[in-house]
């Protein structure tokens, strides 16, 4: 088993992919955290699990991951997604806790803290046209171009409307807190996840928030190696770099009796 620097055990990274994505988002992490087992999902229905059917509530798709992924959680281990699969880990880090066995973390790369998810005007219901430029004009990278290319949109198109779907029905419901550190990871020209919302995570754990800014959009999961040497180290208890902005910016403990 693979220790950290402090001697112990590295924990497990399990890896939750972005709307109309799948785990080979994670494909560079491997050799950008070398002391971690890295295991990345995917969700039913989509490309790496064509046939299923697809989520279209929160409720749905964290129901029918919650056994693949919990089969993992027998050492330590840390949740991590990107976008919207950062709102599937964050609830995934709810199960857990309720179970008995929380993470180690929960990293959320590129995503507001679900108390602002609101901000985000509807898109699902457009049609074809409009709901593809509205995707792309929003997020941006390898979903929002194949869905600019007739040839792929017919077989993008429905997976990414559900996740969209998911994604709008989630943000407005409200939400517990959890009780585990996160970690946020954001890019500074991300416009889908700005610095203020961001910094709502706070709200929603009665742990850390540690906020890491790094160059870049909305995809920093694509490009682990810029903020590797920082979240390994938070991940062991030790200080992040600091040019990479605010490294540790301790949470304040809400009322646990109040929901978020």
Known sequence: MMTADNGTPAPRLLCLP????????YRHWSSAFPRNEVVAFDYPGHLMRPGERLARTMDALVGRIE???????????????????????????????????PPAALVVLACPGPGRLWKHPPIAGL?????????????????A??????????????IVRA?????????????????????AVTGTEDAAAPGEDVDAWHDHTSGAVHVLNVPGGHFVV???????????????????????????????????????
């Open 18 to 25: 972005y709307a109309g994505g799948s785990g080979v988002a």
């Open 163 to 183: 996740d969209m779907e998911l994604f709008e029905e989630y943000a407005g419901g409200r939400h517990e807190a959890v009780g585990c550190d996160v970690i």
């Open 127 to 143: 049609d074809d046209e409009r709901f593809s430029a509205a995707f792309g004009t929003r997020y941006g990278g390898p979903a």
């Open 67 to 101: 056994e693949s992924v919990s089969a993992h959680w027998d050492r330590p281990f840390v949740l991590v997604g990107s976008s919207l699969g950062a709102l599937v880990a964050y609830e995934l880090a709810s199960r857990a806790e309720q179970r008995g066995t």
């Open 222 to 260: 694509e490009e682990p190696g810029r903020f590797a040497g920082a979240l390994s180290s938070l991940l062991d208890g030790r200080p992040a770099a600091p040019l990479l902005g605010p490294a540790a910016t301790p949470s304040p403990s809400p009322d646990p009796r109040t929901p978020r």
């Open 145 to 158: 171009g194949l869905l600019g290319d007739p040839d792929h949109r017919e077989l993008l198109l429905p």
